[in-house]
């Protein structure tokens, strides 16, 4: 059970008991969602005993304003197609009603609904980690959560003073959403998506994918 579910949980009146849990928070544009994205959250979990990965998908990131290729909710039901049956796996909304969609207040959201009790990651690439000194009020994104950051090749950072950060090593993954993109607007094979997340993309026209093709 999540701790979304325990929120809404009650039992005789009473509140559910309170457990130790923790959640990270993977956000993204996920346009669209694949498989790499589900399998940096299942090692994470794996690593590091996460009780929920909160895939928030973002409506207005400040570093891609205007670049998103298909809808927000077109984009929200693709990670919920994904997340079915994927244990521990939730889609949020929490940034749906954001007009920037910044880290912190994400962060802070988060904490809110979550309670004291909780222990609040951020699941990120080392190529966006690289860049968090730019971020919005980075210095309290630092302090309010701790860092899940998934090496790649080629890409290195420094950690900044105050952040603590756990590594995942262990992927070499290069599928990224816009190499996707361009399989699908060329109707190629796509095996890095999830079966029901290719589907709805062919039912939706999304991306430019050809009609008529199967």
């Given amino acids: 059970m ?7 949980l009650k039992l005789d009146g009473a509140e559910a008991p309170t457990i130790r849990t923790r959640i990270a928070i993977f956000g993204g544009t996920f346009d669209p969602v694949h498989n790499a994205h589900l399998t940096v959250a299942r ?12 895939f928030v998908v973002a409506a207005n990131p400040p570093h891609k304003r205007g670049a998103m290729h298909a809808g927000y909710e077109h984009r929200y039901r ?5 997340c079915q049956g994927q244990s521990g796996f939730t889609p949020s909304r929490i940034e749906e009603d954001e007009g920037i969609s910044y880290s912190i207040h994400t962060i802070e959201k988060v904490k809110a609904l979550s309670g004291e009790e909780a222990q609040v990651y951020f699941l990120i690439g080392a190529d966006a980690f690289a860049e968090i000194q730019a971020w919005h009020r980075w210095t309290d994104v ?3 959560a701790a860092f899940i950051v998934v090496a790649r090749p ?8 105050g952040c ?12 990224s959403s816009s190499d996707v993109r361009a399989r699908l607007a060329r109707g190629e094979e796509t095996p890095e998506l999830p079966p029901a997340v290719l589907e ?3 039912s939706q026209g ?9």
């Avoid at 999540?2 to 809404?8: D, N, S």
């Avoid at 999304?206 to 199967?214: E, N």
């Fill in 206 to 214: 999304l991306y430019g994918y050809p009609p008529g093709k199967s």
């Fill in 2 to 8: 999540t701790i979304w579910e325990r929120k809404r």
């Fill in 142 to 144: 630092v302090r309010e």
């Fill in 154 to 161: 080629g890409h290195y950072y420094q950690t900044p003073p």
């Fill in 200 to 202: 709805y993309i062919r």
């Fill in 164 to 175: 603590t950060v756990h590594r995942l090593n262990t992927l070499a993954m290069p599928v």
């Fill in 43 to 54: 090692e994470a979990s794996i690593q590091y005993g996460l009780s929920t990965v909160l």
């Fill in 78 to 82: 693709m990670v919920e197609l994904a």
